[in-house]
């Protein structure tokens, strides 16, 4: 692989650009691999990024039945923080986001971290609560966040209006080393730095069927043959409850529609990410000046990819009040995405009732911040055969137990 | 946007009259199961692309539960039925296979 450099794109231009070779390959699918991840979204494609930068095991092929990134990856609004409330999330999310922090010069491949400020809103007094006790956790946790008041809140966010009256900006939970990354890019940068140590990325590869002996699984059937495998890991987000009936089990997630939307391209105006959960109200501005807005998830099982209307009017309706300004904007798009929910709003990365299948799921309305603890996570868990300290509370026995990690509670929404 | 017809009450509105409730016909766990008999109630899910069964409530109207039988894949709404039977009806049944010929209740 060459590296991309500032002397690359002078060696470039000086040979009109004849020399860029491509980012990564398209190999035909081999008879057998050590791990097949299933989904090359950011998590399939940075779990197989780490299984071989980490953990040596290069015989690996990530299957994809559309597009690499064309899920959740490139539907998303692009926030990243990691400011939870239990320790088994903190430490998990604060893992992604400071890997984050290097992703870019670690993969050569600019994903445009900006940490701009993530603002998360108090609009009641349970909130208000709430992250007070959230900024004590992270102190704690050793995360760097704090509770701000509606003075300062006006000060970092200069286009809020905190008067209300309806939902009246009450205090917020700022993590100034949060903020947004390029989500393609992601997925992009991981495939091209997996695909240079040796990790095969096969796309408009659909898995069918999930072979399986007595002693665990054996292989996949898909649309370009029957391929073996040592080990399996399903990562597909919302298409989970698929794969698991494929391979004769349910999982304890739903999937449903989730919503966003951005504006006509204008002037900056904002330059951190606000976040007002009891509205369901996220917002924050790209590079090239579109406000980039996070609506709610609709509350029934769905695989469409697009949401119900109403939620969108709610979504922008509550945000005209809390940002007057935007009230004249055209909205230019909107698109949906199948996210897959489980009942503590905590992710699922663990064995599966099958031997030698694994499943990173689960990560509801938040899993693009999660992209590279998770990936470095579920590869520890492969490799090993079991999860370690990062993945191991979040294994499928805590809905047998009642080990919950409720984020649910803690966020009051879904997040 | 959803269509759905109360069966109580014999409404037609659109969804936002209505709340989703999950899905339909699960089977409660005795005080006396085991915890994967609990975990089978609380949180495992079918979750399947394609017929679904599901529990809505008619939040804005009559305030009653129903059923209603519904793809997830395409959102066609194949008919609602009554809350108070542990299985859909041979009428919902029928109106399922007559758009979707190879389903059959599982």
Same mark, same amino acid.
């Given at each position: 692989?060459?590296?991309? @450099? ?40 940075? =779990? ?273 009040? =809390? ?7 055209? !909205? ?8 897959? !929910?489980?009942?503590?709003? @905590?992710?699922?990365?663990?064995? =599966? ?50 080990? !919950? ?11 | ?37 609990? $975990?089978?109630?609380?949180?495992? $899910? ?17 305030? $009653? ?42």
């Amino acid at each position: 692989m060459k590296r991309y @450099s500032a002397f690359a794109i002078a060696r470039e231009a000086a040979r009109h650009h004849t020399g860029w070779e491509r980012a990564w390959a398209s190999p035909a699918p081999k008879d057998r691999y050590e791990v097949i991840v299933v989904g090359a979204g950011g998590h399939g494609l940075a =779990t197989a990024y780490y299984l071989a930068k980490n953990h040596g095991i290069r015989n690996v092929a990530v299957l994809e039945k559309g597009w690499m990134g064309g899920g959740n990856t490139g539907r998303n609004t692009t926030i990243i923080r990691s400011n939870y409330l239990q320790d088994e999330s903190a430490a998990i999310f604060e893992k992604s986001r400071s890997l984050y922090e290097t992703l870019s010069q670690k993969l050569n491949y600019n994903i445009m971290f900006s940490p701009r400020g993530v603002l998360m809103l108090a609009q009641t007094e349970h909130e208000l609560r709430a992250w007070k006790r959230t900024a004590h956790a992270n102190r704690l946790a050793g995360i760097k966040s704090e509770f701000v008041s509606p003075r300062r809140i006006k000060d970092i966010v200069k286009i809020i209006e905190t008067k209300g009256p309806r939902y009246p900006v009450l205090g917020g939970l700022w993590q100034p080393r949060g903020g947004t990354a390029r989500h393609d890019a992601v997925a992009w940068g991981y495939a091209r730095a997996a695909s240079d140590l040796g990790v095969d990325i096969i796309q408009q590869c659909e898995v069918t069927g999930v072979d399986r002996d007595a002693s665990g699984v054996t292989g996949v059937q898909t649309t370009k043959g029957a391929i073996k495998c040592a080990k399996l890991c399903i990562v597909v987000a919302g298409s989970s409850g698929v794969l698991a009936e494929m391979a004769g089990f349910r999982l304890p997630v739903e999937s449903v529609a989730l919503q966003a939307l951005v504006s006509e391209p204008i002037k900056p105006v904002m330059d951190c990410v606000v976040m007002a959960n009891t509205v369901h109200g996220y917002m924050s501005q790209s590079d090239k000046g579109e406000l980039v807005i996070g609506g709610g998830a609709d509350g029934y099982n769905n695989y469409t990819q697009r949401g119900s209307f109403q939620h969108i009017e709610e979504t922008v309706r509550a945000l005209i009040e =809390t940002f007057p300004l935007i009230s004249r904007l055209k !909205m230019l798009r909107q698109w949906g995405g199948i996210v897959d !929910m489980t009942g503590d709003r @905590s992710p699922i990365i663990g064995k =599966t009732p099958v031997p030698g299948m694994f499943v990173n799921c689960g990560w509801g309305t938040g899993g693009f911040k999660a992209i590279p603890g998770s990936g470095w996570a579920t590869a520890e868990m492969v490799a090993d055969g079991a999860p370690r300290a990062l993945a191991a509370p979040f294994s499928l026995d805590r809905f047998v137990e009642g080990r !919950m990690i409720d984020e649910s509670v803690a966020a009051a929404v879904a997040h | 946007m959803l269509m759905l017809t109360c069966p109580n009450c014999g409404v037609t509105a659109e969804e936002t009259e209505f709340e989703p409730g999950g899905e339909a016909h699960l089977t409660r766990a005795a005080t006396d199961s085991t915890d994967e008999a609990f $975990r089978d109630y609380l949180f495992q $899910r079918k979750n399947p692309r394609g017929v679904h069964f599901e529990r809505w409530r008619h939040a804005y109207g009559c305030g $009653r539960w129903f059923h209603a039988a519904r793809c997830t894949q395409t959102l066609e709404v194949f008919g609602t039925y009554t809350a108070q039977t542990s299985a859909p009806p041979d009428r919902i049944q029928a109106a399922i296979q007559a758009r979707r010929p190879d389903w059959s209740l599982t």
